[in-house]
């Protein structure tokens, strides 16, 4: 099922379409060179085929398209997740990155909290301000209503700090998304709220 999404802003306009079957095409154009490559990179290794086109102010800077794809991204997540009729709710991955290790933890838990612990080598890579990840995944986590651990364990490369995270981030999410075979709401209260 494809579910999608359009929001509209004074500093963004944005269309997003995700499938989490996969069978779609991926297909990323957000004006922000490295926030394309992460995403590419979450799509593939989470298996959540994307369409994303942004128009966004990137003659100030590219905080808001990162903020707000994450904010939509977030959303539609929600979204497909209440549709699911049995997900395993938890899951967690390390990648390692060459001399960089991140590790993941992600609980479908309907109870929004992000912890990110993760302090990076250089404050950009090429033009992109590196704090604008955890913006990013504070914007998804939030709107998806998930709790997720972010830890960057080992650093070096910066490129290879953010690739590790959104690679373990996706890889995370792909598991607890995963239909563990039981119906129902993974829950012993009954209720994922």
């Known amino acids: 099922m494809i579910y999608s999404k359009q929001r509209e802003t004074k500093e963004t306009s944005i269309q997003i379409a995700i499938d989490l079957s996969g069978e779609q095409t991926t297909s990323i154009k957000t004006g922000v060179g490295f926030l394309d490559h992460m995403l590419t990179l979450f799509s593939f290794h989470s298996g959540i085929s994307c369409q994303i086109e942004v128009q966004g102010d990137n003659e100030v800077d590219d905080h808001h398209t990162t903020e707000d794809v994450g904010i939509v991204l977030g959303q539609l997540l929600l979204e497909a997740i209440k549709n699911q009729q049995s997900f395993t709710r938890y899951g ?46 504070r914007g998804l986590v939030i709107n998806a209503r998930l709790t997720t651990h972010i830890d960057l364990i080992r650093g070096g490369n910066t490129h290879h700090e953010i690739e590790a995270i959104f690679k373990a981030f996706a890889r995370s999410l792909k598991i607890a998304l995963s239909d563990d075979g039981s ?11």
Do not use: C, H, W
Not at 124 to 132: A, M, N, P, Q
Not at 183 to 193: A, C, D, N, R, T
């Open 92 to 137: 967690s991955f390390y990648i390692p990155m060459d001399e960089t290790l991140a590790r993941v933890v992600t609980d479908i838990s309907g109870r929004p909290y992000l912890s990110f612990n993760a302090q990076f080598s250089k404050e950009k890579v090429g033009t992109f301000d590196t704090e604008l990840v955890e913006e990013f995944f």
């Open 183 to 193: 119906k129902g709401v993974p829950s012993s209260k009954g209720v994922i709220e």
